[in-house]
Structures are given as structure tokens and as C-alpha cells.
């Protein structure tokens, strides 16, 4: 993976993408970044440092934002702030908002009027989106609120199981949570936690991830379960 483990493509590493002007190759147009990456948020200072170095090479600036919310809700940041950077930014509806689909792109009139035509030819456009805008736009009226909740839930997830010795856990920003367990207990705990009710892909490393419908007795009950596993193992 190219990203340093804060989540950021190391600067070197973007000037040593864009490609000389010659016609032999492809020309470099375009600076993508996600925030958050891998549930961390990227630093004011980063972006800041990324944006100026595509700008000085000619380069539009577009955000991944699907979980930008969590990056707002994290940093105590407004959405317009950790926009204001960038040429354009796509916001997901369905991840931490709770919506069945949708996403939203937010550039320039050109751009989005460009982006339009392209929805239409690679058959995305729909006639019926106002059932699907209808649900982010309750979305944004009434789950809003939640994020701190997932946020919360989530480091008190962390906290649990890094309790136990033979889980290793990543440090977490937001709502998702990376752990690696010891090789010798994947299959048993994983076999473990299906008997007890709870549904995991346990691998090497794990991603557990909390959203509006995990409540604080859910968490506790997948401690509570992951400790009496290691109780008798
Ligand atoms: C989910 C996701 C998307 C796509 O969002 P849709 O609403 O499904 O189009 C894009 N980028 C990232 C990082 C995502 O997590």
C-alpha cells in the first residue's frame, strides 16, 4: 500500500507520480484523497501540504469524503473547512448516515454539469432518485447526531480488546477499529463467537466497524463473549 500508516500518500511519493509531459504516457491530472482512510483522519496540515503540491503541478484536487462526517465529528472540524481545499468531494449517504443508498458530488457548475453527462452514459442516470434523496435527506435531518455515539462506542470496543494479550489493537480515531489477533486463536474465536450469536470474519487483521445500530450493551456483550472465550481457552 502506498499510504504511510496515518493514512496519508507521503508527499515524496505524489511528486514522484506525476508524469513528465510527453506523449509516451498518460498525462497526470488529478490529486485523489480519502478522509478518513482506513478510519483515520487525515491532519488540517497534511491536506493543506498535498492540495499545494498537486496545485504547483497543474493537478485538480479531488476528496473521497464517503466518511468525511467522521473526520468532522473526530476533529471537531466544519465539513465546509475540510472541503474548502479541494476542486470537488463525493460524501457517502449509506455508510455512517444510515441510508439504504446514495452519494453526492459537490464540485463547480461545469463539473458537475460534466458529471451529469458521464452519470447518463455509463447508466447511472435514474428518473426515480427523489425515493433515495428522500432518505438522506432524513438522514441528514435526524442522524447526524449519531456519529459521536459511533465514535464513542468504537474506543470503548478498542479498550476492551486491547484488555486481552492476545489481541492487538491499532490506535483508533473514529468508528472503525483494527485488530490483529494471535494466528492460534482466529478459527477457534471465530468458531467461538458464531456459537455465541455474533457473526465476524475473523482474520489476521480485522476491521470492526460501529454504526447507528450497534448499541453500548452490544459492545459490552462482544467483550463480555470474547473474554469468556479467553477465559477458557
Ligand atoms: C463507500 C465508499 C464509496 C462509495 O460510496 P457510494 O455511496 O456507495 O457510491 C467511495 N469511497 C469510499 C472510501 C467508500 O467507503
Not at 41 to 55: F, G, I, N, P, S
Not at 113 to 122: E, H, I, S
Request: include cysteine.
Amino acid at each position: 500500500m502506498e499510504n504511510a500508516p496515518d493514512g496519508s500518500l507521503p508527499l515524496e511519493k505524489i511528486a514522484a507520480a506525476v508524469k513528465a509531459d510527453d506523449f509516451h504516457f498518460a498525462r497526470t491530472r488529478l490529486l485523489a484523497l480519502e478522509n478518513t482512510i482506513g478510519g483515520k483522519v487525515l491532519t488540517a496540515e497534511y491536506v493543506q501540504q498535498a492540495t499545494a503540491l498537486a496545485r504547483t503541478h497543474g493537478l485538480a484536487t479531488h476528496l473521497d469524503g464517503a466518511r468525511l462526517f467522521n473526520a468532522a465529528v473526530a476533529t471537531d472540524t466544519s465539513l465546509k473547512q475540510l472541503c474548502q481545499p479541494f476542486d470537488s468531494v463525493s460524501l457517502c449517504f449509506s455508510k455512517g448516515l444510515g441510508t439504504p443508498m446514495g452519494s453526492a458530488l459537490v464540485g463547480s457548475q461545469a463539473l458537475i454539469d460534466r458529471a451529469r453527462r458521464w452519470r447518463k452514459v455509463v447508466g447511472g442516470g435514474m428518473r426515480q432518485a427523489g425515493i433515495i434523496a428522500a432518505a438522506c435527506q432524513h438522514a441528514l435531518d435526524h442522524h447526524v447526531g449519531d456519529w459521536a455515539n459511533d465514535h464513542r462506542r468504537a474506543a470503548r470496543l478498542a479498550e476492551g480488546l486491547a484488555a486481552f494479550p492476545a489481541i492487538e489493537v491499532t490506535p483508533q480515531d473514529t468508528n472503525m477499529v483494527f485488530v490483529q489477533i494471535d494466528n492460534a486463536h482466529i478459527a477457534p474465536l471465530a468458531a467461538w463467537l458464531k456459537e455465541h450469536g455474533v457473526l465476524i470474519e475473523l482474520l489476521y487483521a480485522t476491521r470492526m466497524v460501529v454504526h447507528r445500530d450497534i448499541s453500548e450493551s452490544d459492545i459490552e456483550q462482544v467483550l463480555n463473549i470474547i473474554k469468556r472465550y479467553f477465559d477458557q481457552a
